[in-house]
């Protein structure tokens, strides 16, 4: 099945965006609508629409894509500390559903 999500989108290159970081596995681009000075987003390259729908592969990559964040946080922008979201179904207001990781940093962010 040919997904037509903006993210898939975005990773073939059919929509532009301002790309820090890409392999095979997951890319980090830049959000474009951020909510803190630097807002990035950590999106896999597979289409999985859901944190709960995560294979126990998946899950891994998430833990891979964590570890990477935090040995690029020079290049990222967020020494002084970072937030990582994700954002599950209606209620926490996902608008895109290709599951992804927001990274917020870049000032001192607003509590919750
Ligand atoms: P969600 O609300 O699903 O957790 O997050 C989706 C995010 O994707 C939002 O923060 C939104 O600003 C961002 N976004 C939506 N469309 C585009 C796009 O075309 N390009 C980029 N760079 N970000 C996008
Ligand atoms: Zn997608």
Do not use: W
């Not at 790309?19 to 896999?44: C, G, R, S, W």
């Not at 209620?91 to 919750?112: M, R």
Request: charged letters at 25%; glycine letters at 8%.
């Amino acid at each position: 099945m040919v997904e037509e999500c903006v993210f898939c989108k975005i990773r073939k290159g059919e929509i532009p965006s301002t790309t820090l970081y890409k392999d095979d596995e997951f890319m980090i681009i830049k959000d474009i609508n951020p909510q803190a000075k630097v807002h990035l987003i950590a999106i896999p390259t597979d289409h999985v629409p859901y944190i709960d729908m995560m294979t126990q592969e998946g899950t891994a990559l998430l833990g891979k894509i964590m570890g990477k964040i935090s040995h690029m946080q020079e290049e990222l922008g967020i020494t002084e500390g970072y937030r990582l979201l994700i954002n599950q179904g209606e209620n926490a207001g996902q608008t895109v559903n290709h599951l992804h990781i927001h990274i917020l940093g870049g000032e001192k962010l607003k509590d919750f």
